[in-house]
């Protein structure tokens, strides 16, 4: 590495004239793509899909029932996300009620333990981490929610066509010992017994 | 138009009748009349990021009905994103058997790749300066700067820190990012993430062999529980190259070399994450022959090589501080080593050049969520590059005249700060980033992005970004015993001005088309000049470029998996020295690339098209090419998945315009060159 050369002129330019108007074309073009795409995709909006998860996830909690024993004076949410934007609805939750005490959530890495939460959300996880966090809570009373049909959580949300919908384990729910309101049951896709 | 823009919008996504009948209402259960009550509620709903809050007054029957639109088949998350990113992922990656990072921004628009059969050099949106080692574009690995201290060089061919298998993610990030990542962040930030032991997991082995005399082995080896994640790798190859023909001169001391392309090197990795702790740690080293004879060396001498040796090790911590409040804490240290001997025409021997450059650096980043509408991401960043020795010495049977012998050291700090703001579909990104350098002082970069989301198909986003690189240590005190070379410790940052609309539109899930039109003013550029007063060269602070163009790009995936994509990028350049185009750069580049599922196969093929660059005294004329790969999805031939990649697959004579190390014009790139690995999981 000693010597290095500089970029430097080859041809002459073609007419800085034509450079100009291409320009000055540019730039009109720019501002009429901006405008008249905005006009007609202007009928629809986002929806914000991580919000009313969460939104849904603070609903089920204020149905399940946890051992009596089990609960301290703040009920506990985990969030066990690498993504903020998965996280960020769940901040905004905190200091609501739950079964009479406080919430509390907490963002978590995905490699966090979670055997303190007394419920967690596993969202965007590798199958096997999924599987091996639900493992390392199996029998004790958290309340564990995951976003992929499947994953051996208790109450699982997906996305069915358009909405958000939620499928229970009943059994998982039992064998730690926690229970779900019968009408809640009803709301959801499938029951699993 | 808010209101009337919610209230068509809503409309649209209500569902006319509840879907859900309601068993047993009760008090936190609202009637069936609850669209209703929804459609109110949403129309007073402000902006976005106060949706949850609001939407959990809701009841579940009310949320069970509301309709989530954008679901898509390509990552969306980039929508929102300051710049016009592209994303390439692991499945990519070893569908088209990609052999280094080069190969892989060789797919991204508006980029091409041009090699001297040492390194590979990116071109961005048509500028590339030759031989600048890539110091205009910043290299990240995990988040951590991996260009190194004397050159500044991001090492993206043969010369990579990683095995491509080890790459889960790679983002390019067009535009200045210095905002954000300080210096060399002038046209764009490669962003490598690597992958995990859990989606390693077991042991694999591979065996690779090519043309050329080329061959390799690597292991690796994936452990994950719930609390831990370990991924550690080696790996080895060579090849003994082709015989390289330079034609394209009259002097008679060029023509074939033969054997003297050869390439080895050997890398190792590890990655180890447990809880919120992540530790890294990567090696590689890699020595080349040279077969073209660069500056004024012999050639057909095989001493002639070039050893690059890296290291890379950091330890990383991410908390959630508090609600809405995640902090990032890292420590890292980083070497890098280069060991070149030269033959010279000398009496006695030959001439080594070396240089050796050792850093550290901590960091800590907040990302800030806790205010409504914001994200918020702040930090700063201490880098001690406490050994930056730069060595020449000409060797032989008397003790070495040594022509350099130049240590020292260097500090840098820098804070910065960055707000996303989110105003119902509109995203304000402003950031500033403020830098102290030991070694010239300050300097301030600002950035704005004004992205429009109009609907969940469609983005537009406006962007003006400034940026700057450092002069590095080798432009700054290089010289040779002011026999050729002189230093200049007095020069100042190079820096860029840009301006970018791009425009974003997802046609269907599965369909995805994107435009750009830029321009980028790079001021006070660092480029090597003859001194007319002592006939010395020297970096100085002269040329003046600027360069407009548009990027064309889309692309398409099939519900079966299959993949197409098309980009096309065409840019004016004009250099203010000179009044002229700049050199080494296509006027345009075109790329498109077709990804088959063909039973427990995928084939893929790359075609290529690079138009026609000049250099001060001749002209490489466009050319085009393609690249096939082949892999195996599962195990076809004694257990093992089989890949092929076939580069320059109709041998066609390609070549690059040399820079000015070189005697010549023009080198040839590789003619067909292919590589058959075998992977065995056990």
Known sequence: ?193 | MCALFRTITFAVLLPSQPEFAVAQPASRFASSRSGVTLFAVLCLLGPDAGFAQDLSSLSLEELLSVKVTGVSRFDQRSNEAPSAVTIITRDQIRDHAWRSLGDMLDSVPGLFMTTDRVYGYLGVRGFLQPSDYNSNVLLLIDGIAANDAIYNQAFLGNAGLLDTALIERVEFIPGPGSSVYGSNAILGVINVITTTGRSERGTTAELSAGNHGSRGVSVRHGHADDRQDLLVSASAWRSDGETVTLADTDDARFGRARGLDHDRGKRFMARYAWDEFTLLGAYSERTKGYATAPYGTVFGDPRTVARDTQALIALTHRTEWQPGLNLQTRASFGSARYKAKWAFPLPDGTNRDDSDSRWWGVEVQATDTRFEHHTLVYGAEYRDEFRLRQHNADLGPEPDEVRLDDSRSARHLGVYAQDEWRIDNWRINAGLRIDHYSSFGSTVNPRLGIIHLISPRTTVKYLFGSAYRAPNVYEMHYHDGNDTMKANPDLDPERVRSLELALEHHFDSDWRAAGSLFRNQIRKLIVQRLDPEDGLLAYQNLGRTSVRGVTLSASRIWSDGTRLSFSSSWQATHDSESGQRLTHSPRHVAKADVSVPLGNWRATLEARYLGARTTPDSRVSAQSWANLALVSIDPVAAGARVSLRVNNLFDRDLADPASEEFAHDRLPREGRTAWVTLAWRL
């Open chain 1, 1 to 193: 590495m000693a010597v290095v050369s500089a970029p430097s002129p080859a041809r002459p330019p073609r007419g800085s004239r034509k450079l100009g108007a291409a320009r000055r074309f540019l730039g009109k073009w720019a501002l009429l793509a901006w405008v008249g795409i905005a006009g007609l995709a202007g009928a629809q909006t986002l929806s914000d899909v991580h919000g009313l998860r969460a939104a849904m996830i603070y609903n089920l909690m204020l149905f399940v029932d946890w051992p009596a024993e089990s609960l301290k004076d703040t009920v506990t949410l985990c969030v066990i996300t690498d993504d903020p934007d998965v996280s960020r609805p769940f901040a905004e939750l905190a200091g609501k009620t739950v079964r009479s005490k406080t919430l509390m959530t907490q963002r978590r890495a995905p490699l966090a333990k979670i055997d303190d939460c007394d419920a967690v959300f596993l969202s965007g996880l590798d199958e096997s981490l999924l599987a091996d966090k639900l493992a390392s809570v199996a029998g004790l009373p958290v309340l564990t929610l995951a976003s992929s049909p499947g994953s051996g959580a208790m109450i699982d949300l997906a996305l069915a066509g358009e909405r958000i919908v939620f499928d229970v384990s009943a059994t998982r729910l039992r064998s730690a010992g926690l229970s779900l309101a019968s009408r809640v049951m009803q709301l959801a896709r499938k029951v699993h017994h």
